[in-house]
């Protein structure tokens, strides 16, 4: 069964950084394409950041340069890093694996989702 477990939201100060994790299950990790996505309440569910098997990383947005993916093979891991975070940055975190062979780069494209992480930035 494929699990993926998403981590290490929570509440922070604007300018503030965080590290998202998502632990993941169930499949050969290091084959398949990853993304985060997140969604605010009443918007629909949008792409952050894809990163493809062999590492490269596709921005979804030129503005979003604060985002940083990676991903730790041994942990089975996947990582998001946020940096100067902003209040528009408060959303629900989902991480994201891409159907076998396709890359998830907009909603159509995930086979599985995690629970998602909740990231709120506030003073």
């Known amino acids: 069964e494929v699990q993926l477990v998403e981590s290490g939201g929570g509440l922070v100060q604007p300018g503030g950084s965080l590290r998202l994790s998502c632990a993941a299950s169930?499949?050969?990790?290091?084959?398949?394409?990853m993304a985060w996505f997140r969604q605010t309440p009443g918007k629909e569910r949008e792409g952050i950041i894809t990163?493809?098997?062999?590492?490269?990383?596709v921005y979804a947005d030129a503005e979003k340069g604060r985002f940083t993916i990676s991903r730790d093979v041994a942990k089975n891991t996947l990582y998001l890093q946020i940096n100067s975070l902003k209040p528009d940055d408060t959303a629900m975190y989902y991480c994201?694996?891409?159907?076998?062979?396709?890359?998830?780069?907009?909603?159509?494209?995930?086979?599985?989702w995690g629970r998602g992480t909740q990231v709120t930035v506030s003073s």
């Open positions: 994201a694996r891409g159907r076998y062979g396709v890359c998830p780069d907009s909603i159509v494209d995930v086979g599985d």
């Open positions: 990163l493809r098997k062999v590492g490269i990383s």
């Open positions: 169930g499949f050969p990790f290091d084959s398949y394409c």
